[in-house]
């Protein structure tokens, strides 16, 4: 498969689909007359003799020092090298494969100065199916995600690793199994491609699109809850939520109340003398509709980031000007970050609720632990207690990292974002909450199985169909980690997400 990168154009479905499949890339043809013309801008200055920050000067505390032009493209050379200082296990090729797309629609924007030759050496890399070696720490999110890009950039310069078909090897292997070149980087190009939000970004986007995948199954599998529960529809009535007015909170009621339309256990139930339903089965809608109102705000910036010139210093050539700034400073992307993560710790957090209140007997009328013969059966009981476990973890991991900083570059970089850290722990957090919702969907299956010969919606026993493929009733105690395991793989796979995604950013129009 092929696609095209409208530089600056990207939208939030076309990165989702980048994510999860691997395509060859190319660049609209128009981009070709821009990224010339961006060049000649630096190819004068050199030919000038001018000194200008980032062409033929030293980088951060070293801006003024001016470099020959016999030494410009060692001068790039040497950036690379010395800024490959990444440390940890290397990020993974869904990530690396949307920071491949972000840096290419960047560059072909017309404000970096790279030659056109570099840009075909870069795709022709990408394209060869050399996935770069990035490790995943050593960014501060400021001055661009410096270390990991560097390491991305070795790797087309024929230094450090990368892998290759998923086998590891030297980067210098790997181009000449595949039939191509180390390539030299000239003037201005190292810093075009080490200053950038690009790694921060990816990371955050790969966040944005499992949140979209765990939020979806959470309404899917709070929905199931309520009606293992046998609760209460009513807090799903469209006019509560539009007397309040908040805009994820009626949206996401409709969801619920169309998932739980035609449910018999609900009409079996319907002049039941219970009143009122706990708070993490009633008040889901008020705790969904905010996180998704969080979702998409997080998404309308990573989106405007993803489309983003973020290196230093920008080109342009309706007049000649060179002017540096700090568009590589990544806080738009850490805050964006930072309300993924309050939001998926919500979801988590009343997901184990959730499941907490089915394996009570006092709270559900269920059998304890959601198993028959409980007392020699422990049923649900340790499932809740991991998903406790992993919420608890969450909490922690929800602290804010955009409101960390600390100086670097002997001060000259003085403020700094966090960004990619705050960008790199949402994936555990969401490994976190897709096992919580998982634990949930098996215990609300579970519930279902004991409200026979009632069934729920048609919508939702196609979920319940579902995860009855994959994993059993439970009958009695048996080797439990490997059903929470497929669930979780399910979940992460967008599996419940069919009836939810039309309302979350990357399926919304653009």
């Known amino acids: 498969m092929r696609f095209e990168i409208n530089p600056g154009h990207l939208t939030l479905n076309q990165l989702r689909s980048l994510y999860r499949n691997e395509k060859q890339l190319s660049v609209l043809d128009d981009a070709w007359d821009v990224i010339r013309a961006s060049r000649k801008v630096v190819d004068d200055i050199t030919e000038e003799g001018r000194t200008v920050y980032g062409i033929n000067t030293g980088f951060g505390l070293l801006a003024q020092t001016s470099i020959s032009s016999d030494e410009l493209e060692l001068l790039q050379s040497n950036l690379v090298l010395s800024h490959s200082t990444g440390i940890g296990k290397p990020l993974d090729d869904d990530v690396v494969r949307l920071i491949y797309a972000l840096k290419i629609s960047s560059l072909a924007q ?20 050399i996935i770069a070696e990035i490790p995943e720490k050593g960014s501060v999110g400021a001055s661009g995600d410096l270390a990991p890009l560097a390491h991305m950039t070795a790797a087309l310069m024929g230094e450090g690793f990368v892998r290759l078909d998923g086998e590891r090897m030297s980067a210098a292997d790997a181009l000449i199994k ?7 980087l000239s003037s201005k190009e190292g810093l075009a491609f080490l200053n950038g939000t690009q790694v921060s970004t990816a990371l955050a986007l790969k966040g944005l699109f499992q949140v979209e995948d765990i939020f979806a199954a959470a309404v899917v599998a709070g929905s199931l809850s309520v009606d293992a529960l046998m609760g ?4 799903f009535d469209a006019r509560i939520h539009i007397a309040r007015g908040q805009p994820g909170q009626i949206t996401v009621a409709a969801k619920y109340k169309d998932l739980l339309q035609d449910s018999e256990i609900n009409l079996a139930h319907h002049d039941c003398d219970k009143v009122q339903d706990p708070y993490s089965f009633r008040c889901q809608p008020q705790v969904m509709g905010a996180a998704l109102d969080l979702i998409h705000s ?33 806080e738009p992307v850490a805050f964006a970050a930072d ?22 007997p006092k709270m559900s009328d269920l059998p304890a632990f959601l198993v028959k013969n409980s007392g020699v059966n422990s049923g649900f009981m340790i499932a809740q207690v991991s ?9 922690t991991m929800a602290h804010p990292s955009s409101v960390d900083s600390i100086p670097t570059s002997a001060n000259q970089e003085d403020h700094v974002s966090m960004a990619t850290y705050g960008a790199r722990r949402l994936m555990d957090m969401c490994e976190n ?34 995860i009855r493929k994959n994993v059993p009733h439970y009958t009695v105690d048996h080797y439990f980690a490997p059903d929470i395991d497929r669930a979780t793989k399910m979940v992460l796979a967008g599996q419940f997400a069919a009836d939810v995604l039309d309302i979350l950013p990357s399926k919304v129009a653009q």
Do not use: C, W
């Open 298 to 330: 997080a998404a309308h910036t990573l989106l405007i980031e993803a489309n983003a010139v973020t290196d230093n210093p920008l080109i342009f050539t309706d007049n000649g000007d060179v002017i540096s700034g700090g568009n590589f400073h990544a």
């Open 387 to 395: 998903a406790a476990a992993l919420v608890s973890e969450n909490k």
């Open 110 to 129: 017309g404000h970096s100065g790279i030659r056109a030759s570099t840009m075909e050496a870069f795709l022709a890399f990408i394209n060869a199916g």
């Open 433 to 466: 909450s897709a096992a919580v919702i998982a634990i949930e969907l098996l215990a609300a299956a579970q519930g279902i199985d004991f409200r026979a010969p009632h069934k729920t919606s048609s919508k939702l026993q196609n979920y319940y169909n579902l």
């Open 178 to 184: 595949v039939g191509l070149e180390r390539h030299s």
């Open 339 to 360: 309300i993924l993560a309050m939001a998926i710790s919500e979801i988590a957090s009343i997901s184990e609720r959730r499941l907490a209140v089915l394996v009570d």
């Open 232 to 235: 209460s529809v009513a807090p």
